[in-house]
Each structure stands twice: as C-alpha cells, then as structure tokens.
C-alpha cells in the first residue's frame, strides 16, 4: 500500500514543478501600467477662457497627484485665440507625459492645443486643422493677426518636433499642399491616415482603452477630470453669442424700468444679465479687481446724475461702465461687437418707447421736466397790452429806431415803425406785439 502511494505522488509533484517552472519563465500575467495614475482631461465645445480656467486647475490637480500620464481628450470646433494662446502655456509648462487623443475634431485652436502634446492619437473619424483666423463678423482677420498665427502654429509644431509646414498651412490658405488635398486657396485638414504620414499623428485607436493598451498604461488607475458647476457656467456666460444676449438684456431691462412705473421685472432682468457677465468672467479669470472698481465707480456716477445737472458725471459714468466690459475680456474685437449690438437694440427701443409712452411714466418723471407754461394752464409769459393801441402821446427821446415816449403820464418803451422820429414829437401807439410797442409819428398835429 504504502509503495502504491508513493508511485501515486510522484506524478502529483512533478506537476506542481512543471507549473512553477512555467509560472516563472513566462511573461508577467499582470495588467501593463498597473500602480500607474492616468488623468483624463476633455477639451470639449469652444475654445475660451471659462476652458482655459479649467485646464489650469486640472492639470495643476494631475501635478499634485503625481500622475504618471495626462491624457487630452479633445473635440472641439476652435474658438478665441487668446485663450487657445493661453492654453498652450499651460501645456508648455507639464511636466507629466502628455497625449491627445483627438476623438472627433481638433479645428482651429483645437489644432494648436493637440500640438502641444507629446504624442497625438486619433480617432478613425477624427479630423484635425483648419485652423484660419476668422473674426466675430465672418470675415477674414488682418494680415497681422493672420502672421502672428501661421508662426504661433508653426512653432507649436516644432517644439513637439514635428514638421511646422502642415501646421502653417493649417492657418495660412496661401501655402500649397495639393498632395493633402489642400490646394491654394485652402486651409490644410488632416484625417488619421494623412496625420500619422506627416508626423502628426503616431497611430489610429477607437477608444479610450485601444489607446491605453497602446501607451501601456492598460493597468493604470483613471481618473477622470470633471468641469465644476462654477466652470461650467463660466464657459458658458464667456460665450461671445452669450454675451452679446446679456449686455442686450442689460440695457434693455434699465430702458424700460425707467419708463415703467416703480421697481420690476425689468431692472431686475438688468441686474441680473450685468452680475451674471462679470461672475462669468470673474471664474473664467479675466474680471480683476480693477473691473469692479470701474463698474461700481461708474454706476456711482450715473446717480449722481440724477441729482447734478449738467449731463457730465452721467457721461462718464456710462464710460466707465463700458471700459470695466472691455477690461474683462481677452477679445475687444468680440466685445466691440457685443457692445455695438447692445447699444444700438437699446437706443432703438429707447426712441419707440419715447415716441409711444413720452416721459410722463416711470422713473424718468422724477428727473425730467415735464410741466409746460400754457395759457391755458395759466401761465403768461409777457403781458399783452392791447388797450395801449390807439393812444396818442410824445417822444421823450429821439427814436432811432427805438426809445421812449410818453403817454398819459406814463413812460413806455416804443419803437418806431423803421423811420427816425426826434424827441417831443407827437406819436401814436399802432401796434403792440408782446413788449413791443410800434408807434408812428402824427403829422401836422395843430389842424
């Protein structure tokens, strides 16, 4: 029995050496990347500085948590190229590897952000560049502003080390690249295919988990950067087109609370559109302190107005007002836009309630004058005297073509009919026209 057993445990053991054997030389079983910390940040809708406030807290965020790899998720149309400026300092400034992984489009600004990163991964359907400059209107920007953005582009290729001529031809329609379908005339843009074949792009993945098993980081904890509620509206409330809806909002509301009796919804719509722009531009960075000094010293001025005359504090007032909107911005080309809207949809309806209602309602009666001296209210400006035609008297002194005459015993200012009349001579009173008195003088007065 005991030698039954012992040939019985010999294939036992020997199994068990096999096994080790292969558990030993094998490669690891283990996930690639494990005890690894991945940061996920989306770069998502238009491109402004509500997005660049929350890139700085992000990335400042994967620093302190000593992440080994940021990944850029981006897909984004384009949008300001300050704040696009901005953001690639940002990225400048990473330490951690950094890979963008452009899911649907990386246009204008987009483009410029994903070149900054160390590596760019595109989706099967992504599209990256088109990255001309147009202006608030529609229209082409200067040849200034269209120099200073083939150089920003091109540079921001190059210090990832990739070829600066796709990226300018990106921004400058000039450049010639009829091989990428980009003849002149015409903005260059780059599916995954042309990218990885100029250097753009170093492969194609369908997903988040495709480009983590490529970068290795299979095994890594993720965590996924999320946009505060703060940094939401912020992006929103920095929109141009939001922009423009509240400063319109803003002077409509105060036109007509001043033409509404007593304090409602419309000054407060006012209220509520101006404290929504600046906490917009408060969270997304750009309203400083000297904005609300600006806007606090300017409503200030404006009722003071209401108690000075003279039109020159409320002038003031109103500029201050603009100027603290032009500060926080980084566009004054946008703002200029959004102000030049505002104004003239505030006038116009200002002059149709002025010409439908007048003055005579609502806060503008406590500071315009609206009593009028009528006669039929009572009011007489001068004193006809229309009982004086008719009356004979004599010059006092000579009237050339006006002086003075006596009648009755009283002196009155007369005025002749255009001829000179010397003194003492005889006259007679044939119109009075307000405090005009008209006299003729009266021709052989002894027959």
Do not use: C
């Amino acid at each position: 029995m005991k030698k039954f057993l012992s040939y019985a445990v010999y294939p036992i053991i020997l199994f068990m050496l096999i096994s080790v054997a292969q558990f030993a030389f094998s490669p690891t079983v283990s996930a690639e990347g494990a005890g690894k910390l991945v940061y996920v940040i989306p770069i998502e809708n238009e491109v402004e500085r509500g997005l660049e406030a929350f890139l700085r807290r992000t990335t400042r965020e994967a620093s302190e948590a000593f992440a080994d790899h940021i990944i850029f998720e981006i897909n984004t149309p384009g949008g300001s190229v300050e704040a696009a400026d901005s953001i690639g300092q940002i990225m400048q400034d990473i330490s951690i590897p950094t890979t963008a992984y452009i899911r649907s489009r990386a246009l204008s600004a987009g483009s410029y952000i994903a070149l900054f990163a160390d590596t760019i991964y595109m989706n099967p359907q992504a599209t990256m560049g088109a990255s001309g400059i147009i202006t608030a209107d529609g229209s082409a920007a200067d040849a200034k502003a269209q120099s200073y953005w083939r150089e920003a582009m091109g540079s921001a290729a190059e210090a990832s080390g990739r070829d600066r001529i796709y990226a300018e031809a990106m921004a400058d329609a000039s450049i010639d690249l009829p091989e990428y379908n980009a003849p002149e005339g015409q903005f260059l843009t780059l599916g995954p295919t042309k990218a990885i074949e100029v250097g753009y792009s170093e492969g194609t993945v369908n997903n988040r988990s495709e480009l983590l098993n490529v970068l290795g980081l299979s095994g890594a904890t993720v965590i996924e950067a999320e946009i505060s509620f703060a940094e939401n509206v912020a992006r929103f409330l920095t929109n141009s087109l939001v922009v423009s809806i509240l400063l319109t909002l803003a002077g409509l509301g105060l036109v007509i609370e001043l033409y509404s009796p007593g304090f409602g919804v419309a000054g407060s719509v006012s209220i509520i559109s101006l404290a929504l722009f600046f906490y917009g531009h408060a969270v997304a960075g750009l309203a400083g302190m000297e904005v609300f000094v600006l806007l606090i010293i300017g409503i200030g001025l404006i009722v003071a107005e209401f108690f000075v005359p003279g039109g020159i504090l409320g002038g003031i007032g109103v500029m201050s007002i603009i100027g603290s909107l032009f500060f926080a911005t980084d566009d004054i080309f946008a703002m200029g836009l959004s102000v030049l809207t505002a104004l003239m949809i505030t006038i116009t309806v200002a002059v149709i309630l002025y010409r439908k209602i007048g003055l005579q309602k609502g806060f503008m009666r406590h500071i315009v004058l609206s009593d009028r001296e009528t006669l039929d209210r009572g009011y007489v400006s001068v004193q006809e005297r229309k009982e004086l035609i008719g009356l004979r008297g004599s010059t006092i002194t000579p009237l050339r073509p006006s002086g003075t005459g006596l009648f009755d015993g009283n002196r009155i200012d007369i005025v002749s009919e255009g001829n000179f009349i010397m003194e003492n001579q005889a006259v007679e009173i044939v119109k009075v026209n307000g405090s005009r008195v008209v006299v003729k003088e009266i021709k052989n007065e002894e027959e």
